[in-house]
């Protein structure tokens, strides 16, 4: 049986995006302390609205998590104004499509990177060391790409499966210190606020939201789960 995580306090970083509404949402929900950082205040109002209720134990710090100062200053709000934190779920980057490897401008390459493997990077060497003591868990989320290649998509497979390395490092690295370092990838098209689902076995956003809370409260650590149809959803 997963333990409680009433009162844990819960970084969602990328959590007013699509996918991440439905992580913040759910963590919510299991009466955890969510704390969301984002560039854009609109999108921090815009997700306190939508949230109604749950958005009690919503924290929102604006800020940008993707470069090394922006992290360092959401890290230092977060442990004055918060307190110790539990757990992460890194909900980052964005998709792109658009041209063949070999004709991505390098400016339009290295944005990409920054964007989604960077910002994975800045975010775990930014927070992952405030779980030692509290045992806590990390978990990173990412795509389909990450286990196959897409065409015209170079630029996002390439990143996302460096980042499946990311998180196998992480683990290795942080199992001693007690820190349950997780990589969830979504190999299924994920139904949003934006996006319904045209099929009933696509998974939603709150789906993706209840494994994670899932694994935060489970003993699971250093594993890649390939999440593919809501079949895979814990009962």
Excluded at 80 to 104: F, I, K, M, N, Y
Aim: net charge negative; charged share 20%; aromatic share 4%.
């Amino acid at each position: 049986m997963d333990r409680s995580l009433q009162d844990d306090v819960v970084l969602v970083a990328g959590g007013a995006g699509e996918v991440g509404e439905g992580i913040t949402r759910q963590f919510l929900h299991a009466g955890a302390i969510v704390v969301v950082p984002s560039r854009s205040p609109e999108k921090l109002d815009a997700l306190q609205f939508r949230l109604g209720g749950l958005a009690e134990q919503l924290v929102v710090l604006h800020g940008d998590i993707g470069t090394p100062g922006g992290a360092a200053a959401i890290c230092d709000l977060l442990v004055d104004e918060v307190g110790p934190l539990h757990h992460v779920v890194a909900s980052l980057g964005r998709w792109w499509q658009g041209s063949p490897l070999t004709t991505v401008p390098l400016d339009l390459w290295q944005r990409l990177l920054d964007a989604s493997l960077t910002a994975h990077f800045i975010t775990a060497r930014t927070f992952l060391p405030l779980l030692a003591d509290s045992r806590g868990s990390y978990t990173l989320i990412n795509g389909a790409g990450a286990l196959q290649p897409v065409s015209l998509a170079g630029p996002v497979s390439i990143s996302a499966a460096a980042q499946l390395m990311l998180g196998q490092v992480l683990a290795a690295e942080n199992r001693d210190a007690g820190v349950r370092v997780n990589s969830l990838v979504l190999a299924t098209s994920i139904a949003t606020r934006s996006r319904r689902a045209p099929r009933p076995e696509w998974l939603t956003a709150d789906d993706v939201g209840a494994y994670c809370v899932h694994l935060a409260g489970s003993e699971r650590e250093g594993e890649m789960v390939v999440l593919e149809d809501r079949n895979q959803l814990p009962r």
